[in-house]
């Protein structure tokens, strides 16, 4: 049956059951992901290997579940948002199951790193670009509340995955952890699918409008976009539409937040995985490590919500794109500031404040894409931004942990994080503010264009004049005049 269209998003309604669904997802997903690095100590005991070899199992979860977050967009739009987030929840499920009765280092890079992050990266996307259908006065909010879903998931499962894995080993942990993610399938059932006026435009009505004879339409209503027996004249119009489903990787603002989320993704990866095993190094307890990425979870829901609701704000709304690049520079200081820090009070400040500007860009990331790309286009934009999230994902935790081999220490990983940040941030300021330059300079070219304006009308001249003509253009314009009534 299909769904009814609006006009808008609805900004609430069964809006608030999609915030829902994607808060569970983000829990499942991104917070069982971030507990990975509190099976670091027990994976490199187990197996004997060192930190950058430990270190590719939460990289390829991590570039997995970005890496495949455009597969998981396209399965969204062209089948439906529930079979491809029930389908992800079965696939996440089973790596996690399969994980916990691996032998072998590499075991688990294929299923916890690959077969696990494949299921995330269906679920994830998809969930959060539902959230930006439903809303639009109050996205940040919305976003807000969904995306907590990371930080309250952490602050719970970090304690209890360490509990699980002092119980039941971190064979059983792992078991668990897979029955907990069938919890996925569940949330897909949540996500109605929504029809918008502006991004129901189908290729059928699209031909019907621009490239289909008048003879040919009735037959082209009849006909399915994906049937075998489609023509050909309208292949080359599928393949259009296709393309404008894409066409935002061309525009400048997209391309400069594209390379700014690359070195933000390269900077924030590590410092989840090598958190816990600096603690430890420095002489914090099992269970005050743990409960380090649990303060880290919890103030990340405050960065959440209330970077969210403050953004909605008449006051911030304009400027979000601001908001989002000093929240990720806050973290990069923090992460500069890291290698001092080398007891258990001074860790959870730094836990605090990472924590809450982590939510706070985390949060801006698909509300930003949206004013980027508009509400049309979230869902693949969504699906681009995270598959840019892959590469640094999967590179940086081992160059960080090769670091660690190499010199003895976490300063150098955690300063080259901290400046990858910074870089990011910058990035993008610099880009805001010469996109803000080339404005201004063209509505001061567009209101120089418009001082003179030349009206020619039955062989006469009629001018309007908004400022002081000079005594040049009046002689001008007199013998202009002279010669064209003597014609």
């Given amino acids: 049956m299909a769904s009814p269209r609006h006009a808008g998003p609805p900004d609430g309604g069964w809006g608030w059951m999609i915030v829902a669904g994607c808060f569970l997802v983000t829990i499942c997903t991104r ?3 971030r507990c990975i690095s509190i099976f670091f100590v027990e994976f490199q005991a187990y197996f004997g290997q060192d930190y950058a070899r430990t270190a590719w199992i939460h990289s390829i979860v991590d570039c997995a579940t970005m890496l495949c977050a455009p597969l998981g967009s396209l399965i969204s739009n062209h089948v439906s948002c529930q079979v491809g987030i029930m389908l992800g929840g079965l696939l996440a499920s089973t790596g996690l199951i399969l994980s916990s009765f691996a032998t072998r280092l590499e075991h688990l890079y294929l299923s916890l790193g690959v077969l696990t992050g494949l299921g995330f990266a269906l679920c994830y996307s998809p969930a959060i670009a539902m959230v930006g259908k439903y809303f639009n006065k109050r996205k940040a909010l919305a976003y807000g509340i969904a995306m907590s879903g990371s930080g309250i998931g952490t602050f ?3 304690p209890v995955v360490q509990l699980l894995i002092e119980q039941f080993s971190w064979r059983g942990a792992l078991l668990i952890l897979g029955g907990f993610v069938l919890n996925l399938c569940v949330c897909g059932a949540l996500m109605r699918p929504i029809a918008l006026k502006e991004d129901h435009k189908t290729a059928p009505e699209f031909l019907e409008q621009d490239y289909v004879p008048e003879a040919q339409k009735q037959d082209l209503k009849r006909m399915s976009i994906c049937s075998p027996l489609i023509k050909v004249w309208s292949h080359e119009c599928l393949c259009y539409c296709s393309w404008k489903e894409y066409d935002f990787l061309l525009m400048p603002g997209f391309m400069v937040l594209a390379v700014s989320v690359l070195f933000m993704a390269y900077g924030c990866s590590p410092l989840f995985v090598y958190l816990v095993p600096y603690a430890l190094s420095v002489g914090v307890s099992h269970h005050q490590a743990a409960f380090l990425m649990s303060i880290l979870g919890v103030i990340d ?5 209330t970077f969210g609701w403050l953004t909605d704000r008449r006051c911030l709304k304009k400027h979000r794109h601001f908001c989002y690049l000093f929240a990720v520079g806050m973290d990069g200081l ?22 809450y500007f982590d939510g706070a860009y985390v949060t801006l990331i698909p509300v930003v894409t949206a004013d980027v790309v508009g509400t049309s286009s979230l869902s693949s934009a969504l699906g681009v931004v995270y598959f840019l999230h892959a590469i640094p994902y999967l590179v940086s935790p081992p160059v960080a942990g090769w670091l660690v081999d190499t010199t003895g220490s976490y300063t150098a990983s955690f300063l080259l994080c901290g400046f990858s ?26 209101s120089d ?3 003179k304006q030349h009206v020619w009308t039955n062989g006469a001249i009629a001018y309007s004049v908004t400022a002081e003509l000079d005594q040049k253009d009046v002689e001008f314009l007199a013998v202009d005049t002279n010669s064209y009534s003597n014609r």
């Fill in 156 to 158: 719970i499962l970090a």
């Fill in 301 to 305: 829901i405050i960065g959440n919500i």
């Fill in 421 to 446: 940040m910074i870089f990011s941030s910058t990035l993008l300021c610099f880009a805001r503010l010469a996109k803000k330059i080339k404005r201004t300079h063209l509505q001061s070219l567009s």
């Fill in 449 to 451: 264009t418009h001082t």
């Fill in 31 to 33: 917070a069982v992901t």
């Fill in 334 to 355: 923090c992460c500069l500031f890291l290698p001092v820090l080398r007891n258990f009070p001074l860790l959870v400040p730094f836990s605090f404040t990472f924590g």
